[in-house]
Structures are given as structure tokens and as C-alpha cells.
């Protein structure tokens, strides 16, 4: 193909590779968070349930998620398909 753009596998090195993790943390906690407050919300009505996303262990999660050890994860290339 000629005059086409390498759309190959692409390392993600230092603050891109952090931001993918932190965007895939912040990813992760949305949509493990408002399922459950939408549940919670649901059955309010018939028993007593309280939805509480606690701070201090939302703050691991998130520091988990953006730690090194991601970030050099998301920095690795892909290996090709084939």
C-alpha cells in the first residue's frame, strides 16, 4: 500500500503510559460505581440500603491504578497478531 501510515503497535512511554492507566482506573471505578448506585437507588424503596463509596479505599484503587508497575504494562508494545 502505498502512501499509507504505519498503524502498527505503539509503545506508550512515561506520561501517556500514566495517563492511559489513570484513565483506565478512572474507567474502571465509573463503571463498577454507578451500577452499584443505580442498584442501590432501585431498591431504596423496599429495604433499607445505603450506597457509600468509601474515600480512603477509592484513593488505593486509583494510586493501585496509576502506579509504575501499570504504567510500564501500557508502555509495553503489543505483540502482532498472526
Not at 512511554?13 to 454507578?34: E, S, T, W
Not at 452499584?36 to 437507588?41: D, H, M
Amino acid at each position: 500500500m502505498s502512501g499509507g501510515t504505519d498503524l502498527g503497535p505503539v509503545a506508550l512511554d512515561g506520561p501517556p503510559g500514566v495517563l492511559v492507566a489513570a484513565f483506565g482506573a478512572a474507567g474502571g471505578l465509573l463503571l463498577g460505581g454507578f451500577p452499584g448506585w443505580v442498584l442501590a437507588r432501585a431498591s431504596a424503596g423496599d429495604t433499607a440500603v445505603a450506597f457509600g463509596l468509601p474515600p480512603p479505599r477509592l484513593l488505593v484503587v486509583v494510586l493501585v491504578g496509576v502506579s509504575p508497575e501499570h504504567s510500564r504494562a501500557a508502555a509495553r508494545p503489543v505483540a502482532p497478531h498472526g
